[in-house]
């Protein structure tokens, strides 16, 4: 079973590392192959903790047509060719990708790849544990619908997409595959300023989808105190992937809205800390909190001396701390009853000091 999958059916966050293509670049700053660039990425994942890493597999032949616009920030990546972008970054195949599963396996990292058209849907059957459907093919019912028929979990983005086709999806999926399904927002633009981050979505899927997962796919620049991450996270997201590079001065491609190692390390710590103070639903009081339970509450008080034999009244009497003797909830129990002993003023009053 998927590491992933595993990891948020026992209620832990999940930090996905969308390689995608960044190794190319950091292959040529480097002056090292392809192969070692991807290996060293997800080395460096393992490395901040991570729990995962994941690729993008496609060839630009079979992914956009040659007159496919751009749909990304121009100022950050000028290629303004989908056909002519994707063709930089899509020497990978197979023997590639199989290399690459066994070496993230062998260290430790859950390996999977988004699959972007059938034959790349077929090779990585034997390679990964979960599928991952991009936004861009939510609506693209043979291709859910195939690799639904994989019988693996998912892993559905949910970017630019009405709740219709959400649904949809998610029914065509069903038809399929009774596995795990981790719903993850997502806004299909790159990068997405944080005002567009729209992060109340997470609630709203959270509620329509109850038998899902719900997850977070990431654009944002990260932020300082990854604000952005902790708060998908305190709305419901459970898996959170983001993209992940080694260099995030590097122009183009997917490098400007990623995440470096370190980013990653202060998100792990930031949701590991929030983990910690959420504690338990439970409504009861804790374990740690019983010192100051008794101390800190009241008990009835003898306010007079009361000689042994004589009744109490309510005038005799007020609440103070600490809370080890009759509870002021007992107030009209306890009137009337006579005094067995002499009481002092200011005695923390026992029902053993009373008949009765």
Known sequence: MSNIINRVKNGEFVLIAEIGVNYYDIAKKEGISNMEAAKKMVLEAKKAGIHAVKFQSYKAATLPAKESPAYWDM???????????FRKYDSFGYPEYEELSRYSWEQGIEFLSTAFDIESADYLEGLMDVYKISSSDLNNRPFVEYQAKKG???LLSAGASNADEIDAAIGC???YNKQPIVLMHCVLEYPTPYSHANLNKIV?????Y???????????????CADVIKTAYNL???????HFTLDKTLPGNDHYHAMNPQDARKILEGIAFFHSIRGSYELSCLESEQAAR????RSLISMVEIKKG?????HMLTFKRPGTGIHPEDLEKLVGRRAKIDISEDMVLQWGMFEG
């Open 152 to 154: 693996k979990p998912i």
């Open 204 to 208: 709203s899927l959270k509620e329509r």
């Open 210 to 224: 109850l038998d899902l997962i719900t997850g977070y796919s990431d654009h944002t620049k990260p932020d300082a």
């Open 310 to 314: 004589t009744p109490v009244r309510e």
């Open 75 to 85: 100022t950050e990546e000028c290629t303004a060719s989908q056909y002519e972008l």
């Open 236 to 242: 419901g997201a459970q898996a959170v992937e983001k």
């Open 173 to 175: 999926i069903r038809e």
């Open 294 to 297: 008794q101390n800190a509450r």
